[in-house]
């Protein structure tokens, strides 16, 4: 169809606007991966669809049409951790450490990156797997090589320089195959739209309200899972288990997360292995958050 009809759909006004379907969102989004419409036209559909408010049936026939595109490597007994790719400020990336904590427990970590991508600029899981030297149990996976057409698309994303339903659908592409996975959400309306977009993708599917949007958390903090077609909540909260992690940055560098990474204080340990016993609950090797922690304590 000519992309024109899909701009006017989203971009028209209150009372011109509609809903794509599925077809019409799978064929939108080929046009863009395949750059066969401009640059321009591309981030007038984004901009538009973004405000107009993505449905569920919208992003899942976006998520279908990248799945024709991703070139998948299975990683046996794993569990992806979905980070959004605008990258951290605050506080550096536990999975470096994560990964430790889990390396007799036959559980690899699956993480993807790409260039950051907006409405921040942080320091990306890619960053961060291509200067750290990473436990065996870490398999990252760059954009560039398993989902080329969209990482293609970056420099249109940062002159549009707003977030889009990409930053949405793009937090969990399972290029290793996982049956299990974590991801973060900002607001809580994600939960359920996050949880009913991946879902049936994977075994169990784990949301957590994280740092900036990750999987990790840093203090008080709830998680989420679909049992028997139900929403339930769980809480979280480091102080039960001793815990209070307080370092904070305004803009953390590359080089202060490695210095974090080789010598981690003893507060942040602790941290760490509570968030390690958290992927053990969402791979299915404890009941809970409390038994995943003496585990990790033996």
Known sequence: MNFFKYIKAVGTGPKGNRNLDKDEMIDAMEQMLDQTIYPEQATAFLLGWRLQEETNEEMCGALEAFNKYIKRTPIANSIELGNPFDGKRKRPYLFPLIAKELKNFDLNLVISGDLVQPAKTGITTKDTCLNLTLEDNIHFFDRVDYFKELSELTQTRKRLGLRTGFNTIEKLLNPGNSSFAMTGAFHKPYVKKYLNLFGAHYEKLMIVK???????????????????????????????????????????????MQEVMRSPSDELKKLVRLNAALVLVAANRVSDLKEGYDLLSK
């Open 210 to 256: 994280g740092e900036e949007g990750t999987c990790e958390f840093f203090g008080k903090s709830k998680y989420w899972l679909m049992i028997d077609g139900e929403i339930q909540e769980f809480k979280i909260d480091p102080e039960e288990f001793g815990i209070n992690y307080t370092d904070v940055w305004e803009k953390i560098t590359l080089e202060e």
